[in-house]
């Protein structure tokens, strides 16, 4: 009976001991002086990558700095196809360049609402900011050009060149490589400014997992062109998503 009785207590007592070690340990307990990780990201105007380096000052705050490189398109460009040519390739009509923002930056994470000790989601306030690089790319196009030949016909030659708006969409055969423009790079130099907050939900201290929601905001003073009819605009203001993961260490 005593046999018996003891057999099922041992499950419990290593089932209770286990869950000890994974969330109420001593480990788990201490406050990890540096983090380490990286993030994708997916916004209303792309996608990009970025990583981090963090100190925790303490309990509550972390300063970390940045660098993200995400790709940025506008509202305005839709993809279409000259239906007049057989094998013709897709293309943005109107589009001057593909833009590409390049960020380096300094910003704080602050400590909303912490996680028990047997899990759940931690929530943090996060606001950053710092220098903005657009690299713009020129977007060269296919168009055929038609010429009378001397014998009475016409000749059809495809040139190279970007868009002009003088040229008719039913002359254009579709996107150029793109490797054509790359050198013809130019770089805007601006700033960001980025506020949002971070989920974590994972449930090891050292292995940092969370989900990232909030807004963005780049200036560029001398402006940015992407499409032909909205040149040099200034300001982009997007929404974004980031998954992130990497690890706190201590570095003393």
């Given at each position: 009976m005593i046999f018996a009785v003891i057999l099922s207590i041992v499950p419990?007592?290593?089932?209770?001991?286990?869950?000890?070690?994974?969330?109420?340990?001593?480990?788990?307990?201490?406050?990890?002086?540096?983090?380490?990780?990286?993030?994708?990201?997916?916004?209303?105007?792309?996608?990009?990558?970025?990583?981090?380096?963090?100190?925790?000052?303490?309990?509550?705050?972390?300063?970390?700095?940045?660098g993200e490189l995400v790709t940025i398109r506008?509202?305005?460009?839709?993809?279409?196809?000259?239906?007049?040519y057989s094998n013709s390739r897709r293309y943005v009509y109107g589009?001057?360049?593909?833009?590409?923002?390049?960020?380096?930056?300094?910003?704080?994470?602050?400590?909303?609402?912490?996680?028990?000790?047997?899990?759940?989601?931690?929530?943090?306030?996060?606001?950053e900011a710092g220098a903005s690089v657009a690299v713009e790319k020129p977007y060269y196009l296919f168009v055929v050009k038609i010429e009378q030949g001397s014998g009475g016909g016409y000749l059809y030659n495809?040139?190279?060149?970007?868009?002009?708006?003088?040229?008719?969409?039913d002359d254009i055969y579709g996107r150029a490589p793109?490797?054509?423009?790359?050198?013809e790079i130019n770089v805007v130099p601006g700033l960001f400014f980025r506020s949002g907050f971070s989920f974590e939900f994972g449930t090891i201290k050292t292995r940092l997992k969370a989900v990232e929601?909030?807004?963005?905001?780049?200036?560029?003073?001398?402006?940015?062109?992407?499409?032909?009819?909205?040149?040099?605009?200034?300001?982009?203001l997007t929404l974004y998503l980031a998954y992130s993961f990497g690890k706190r260490i201590n570095k003393y």
């Open positions: 419990i007592m290593s089932s209770y001991a286990q869950i000890s070690e994974d969330f109420d340990s001593i480990e788990n307990m201490i406050i990890y002086s540096h983090e380490r990780f990286g993030h994708a990201i997916a916004h209303n105007l792309g996608v990009g990558i970025g990583y981090r380096l963090g100190k925790n000052i303490n309990a509550y705050n972390t300063r970390f700095f940045s506008s509202p305005k460009q839709i993809k279409t196809i000259n239906p007049y589009k001057v360049n593909d833009v590409v923002i390049a960020r380096a930056g300094f910003g704080y994470r602050k400590l909303l609402n912490g996680k028990p000790y047997w899990g759940g989601v931690e929530v943090r306030w996060i606001y495809i040139e190279t060149e970007q868009f002009d708006p003088n040229t008719s969409w793109y490797t054509k423009g790359l050198n929601a909030g807004a963005m905001l780049d200036f560029f003073p001398s402006g940015v062109t992407i499409m032909s009819e909205n040149a040099n605009q200034p300001m982009f």
